[in-house]
């Protein structure tokens, strides 16, 4: 049941969109794992409100929740360790011009490069 909740337990505060275009917070009251959903509740004009949204309406507008999407096992014998790429343990600083003059740490991971704005 956790997994399709992601991220997502009672009382997180999500963003949700109402019928009317509306974006704003609510906090989860309940999840539904028979349906796939969870219901929230919010105050409006002092009077609480609450509906029940799908998970897929809510990870769209929360993404950071969504569950951790998990890559196949592939069926094939995994390599031989000589030719897997190791992990460096000592970040590197390197430049982007989206960065400007910020410094930006880098760190290789088995052919996935990704960089992290301090």
């Known amino acids: 049941m956790a997994g399709i909740f992601g991220k997502i337990f009672v009382g997180i505060y ?10 704003h917070q609510a906090m989860v009251t309940s999840l539904h794992d028979d349906n796939d959903s969870v219901t929230v509740e919010w105050i ?55 960065a400007g003059n910020s410094p930006l740490l880098c760190r290789r991971v088995i052919f996935i490069d990704y960089c992290v704005l301090y």
Do not use: H
């Open 14 to 23: 999500v963003e949700i969109k109402r019928s009317d275009g509306r974006i």
């Open 44 to 98: 409006e004009n002092g009077d609480t409100k609450g509906k029940e949204i799908d998970l897929e309406s809510i990870f769209a507008l929360n993404p950071d929740v969504a569950p951790d999407e998990e890559i196949p096992q592939s069926p094939e014998a995994p390599l031989p360790p000589s030719s897997i790429t190791k992990t460096s343990k000592v970040p590197k600083v390197c430049s982007s011009p989206l």
